[in-house]
């Protein structure tokens, strides 16, 4: 082999490498542990306007996982569960620490774990602890409109559980009180894409019943499903789309209508007329839901009881 030979091979080698170095890794390979900065400057207040008092202001770790704290600010801080509205929690409490130090805890139990600084209480973040659940076959079935069992939207199908390759992530209300999380399959061509839905109380991650929300799901601007006035008794509804028309992005958005019993709706709590955006997006191979989440306090506007205008993003 002549020289010229030679260094066209090891040229090919060294571009496969620097390819291969390129692409990323599984997006969600490990939520075994999570660092939060609390940047200089956050004594002072204007980074809430920013949400950037706690860098990230949400992060996310399985159970058991551990969440570390440094304080890179010139002040003390603490780290402390739960919410300057509200108080203190009880999960766990950093004590003031100093500049310069770390604090670090391990979450053992589900949930979502809202946290704040007593010192400087407009410092706020969030832990997500999510559950490692074995997936179960897959069983469908479908409750049509007007069945004594049907608590969906006509054409909706139920999925018992969902697709094997899903994830999770969730999206907070803007009065903090409310998070919603969506665990979706990964979207695949010609085939259905299976979605989950769960509210939870933002201060102690329970599952907020009588949640009344509209759905929408597009994928390339193209509507796949959409129900309205759906209300979720236990907090929770399952989904099942019909077969995708490619394995793009698929945008979902939950328009949050309140909680209460559906025929009581001039009662109804929380949240009213916020829109919660969520992108279900492919990459590589893995499905990455990112939470371009946007909570506008939309007003709603309702002329009879099933009509409502909700603007458009």
Not at 90 to 95: H, I, W
Not at 209 to 221: F, G, P, S
Not at 240 to 269: A, C, H, Y
Not at 283 to 306: C, D, H, N, Q, R
Request: hydrophobic share 40%; charged share 20%.
């Amino acid at each position: 082999m002549n020289i010229s030979k030679k260094i066209m091979i090891n040229s090919l080698f060294v571009l496969f490498a620097i390819v291969v170095s390129m692409i990323p890794g599984p997006v969600f390979a490990d939520h075994s542990t999570a660092a939060v900065s609390l940047p200089q400057g956050t004594s002072i207040t204007g980074c809430e306007t920013t949400n950037e008092c706690f860098i990230p202001s949400e992060v996310t770790v399985d159970i058991g996982g551990e969440v570390t704290w440094s304080n890179d600010d010139s002040a003390a801080h603490t780290v402390t569960a739960g919410s300057a509205a509200v108080g203190p929690s009880g999960v766990f409490d950093s004590s003031l620490f100093m500049a310069g130090t770390t604090f670090s805890h391990t979450f053992e139990a589900k949930g979502v774990f809202p946290y704040f600084c007593i010192v400087h209480p407009w410092m706020e973040g969030i832990v997500l602890v999510q559950g490692v659940e074995e997936a179960e076959p897959a069983e469908f079935e479908s409750k049509g409109i007007g069945s004594e069992e049907s608590e969906y939207a006509p054409g909706t199908l139920v999925v018992r559980a969902p697709s094997e390759e899903e994830t999770t992530v969730s999206g907070i209300s803007a009065d903090g009180t409310i998070r919603a999380e969506i665990t979706a399959s990964n979207p695949i061509s010609d085939e259905k894409m299976s979605l989950e839905i769960k509210f939870r109380d933002s201060n102690d991650g329970s599952v907020k019943e009588h949640a009344n929300y509209d759905l929408v799901i597009t994928q390339n601007d193209l509507e796949i499903l959409s129900v309205f006035g759906e209300h979720a008794h236990e907090g929770t509804s399952i989904y099942l789309t019909p077969p995708l028309r490619s394995s793009d992005q698929v945008d979902i958005k939950v328009t949050m209508l309140g909680f209460g019993l559906p025929d009581e709706e001039s009662n109804w709590s929380g949240p009213q007329g916020e829109i919660l955006i969520f992108n279900v997006v492919p990459e590589f191979g893995t499905v990455a839901i990112v939470v371009m989440f946007v909570a506008i306090s939309a007003v709603v506007l309702m002329s009879s009881k099933y009509t409502r205008v909700i603007p458009k993003l």
